[in-house]
């Protein structure tokens, strides 16, 4: 059971480079998030899939899309990066159905550190 | 717009010390708040739960209350080792989606 898994881990890109994030999971659960962390600023939410087929704008979601491709997995594409994205970038998971209960606590994957210069 | 505020931004305590870490928010209209753990260049380790309905949740040597009509959350730690040294950040959630508003967190640090 690896949790909620990134890649790459690390990443510089060029300004006006593209590449995707890749995140999977394999608990079952049915919402994926994807954060970005900057120093000062905290962790803000960029987008978020609800459900599988679903995804939405979080706080602050320009310059980036999603795909939810299917249950397990939820890439974040940077189409044309530019130095203000450079930051730690965090997937997560949750909601989960177990015995009944419903589950809404967040894992968190290990982050990649992107770098755009 | 919810706002998480944790203060101080960092604390330092000698070993073995009991201590609280603090967190409010502006809107009393949450559905769950967490409370998570982050260790310097790593992700975050989710610590406690506590629902909009309850009042506390206990995991080991910490304890997490809730009063949601006052806007506050603490995170007690009791005993404190140099192991609990990190980043202790508290998120809230409004709705049943869990989407977190995130506080900027506290960074503890323990001295032996």
């Known amino acids: 059971n690896a949790g909620v898994t990134q890649t790459p881990k690390f990443q510089v890109l060029k300004t006006g480079q593209s590449m995707t994030l890749q995140c999977a999971q394999d608990m079952n659960h049915n919402s994926m998030y994807w954060y970005r962390q900057d120093p000062g600023m905290g962790l803000r939410l960029i987008y978020y899939?609800?459900?599988?087929?679903?995804?939405d704008k979080g706080e602050v979601p320009n310059g980036y899309n999603v795909s939810r491709l299917n249950k397990r997995e939820f890439s974040l594409r940077l189409e044309s990066a530019a130095p203000s994205q450079t930051s730690v970038y965090f997937c997560a998971s949750s909601l989960a159905f177990f015995s009944g209960r419903t589950r809404y606590e967040q894992y968190f994957g290990p982050g990649t550190r992107l770098t755009v210069t | 717009k919810q706002e998480v505020t944790q203060i101080p931004a960092a604390l330092s305590v000698p070993e073995g010390e009991n201590l609280v870490l603090n967190c409010s928010f502006t809107?009393?209209?949450?559905?769950?708040l967490q409370w998570f753990r982050q260790d310097p260049g790593k992700g975050l380790t989710s610590l406690l739960l506590?629902?909009?309905?309850?009042r506390e949740q206990t995991s080991g040597r910490l304890n997490a209350s809730l009063d949601k009509s006052s806007g506050r959350s603490t995170l007690y730690i009791a005993a404190s080792q140099p192991g609990d040294s990190a980043t202790y950040l508290c998120?809230?959630?409004?709705?049943?989606?869990?989407?977190?508003?995130f506080g900027k967190g506290i960074t503890l640090s323990v001295r032996p």
């Open positions: 899939s609800a459900s599988e087929g679903t995804t």
């Open positions: 809107d009393s209209a949450i559905y769950n």
């Open positions: 998120a809230v959630s409004t709705g049943a989606n869990s989407k977190l508003t």
């Open positions: 506590i629902q909009s309905s309850q």
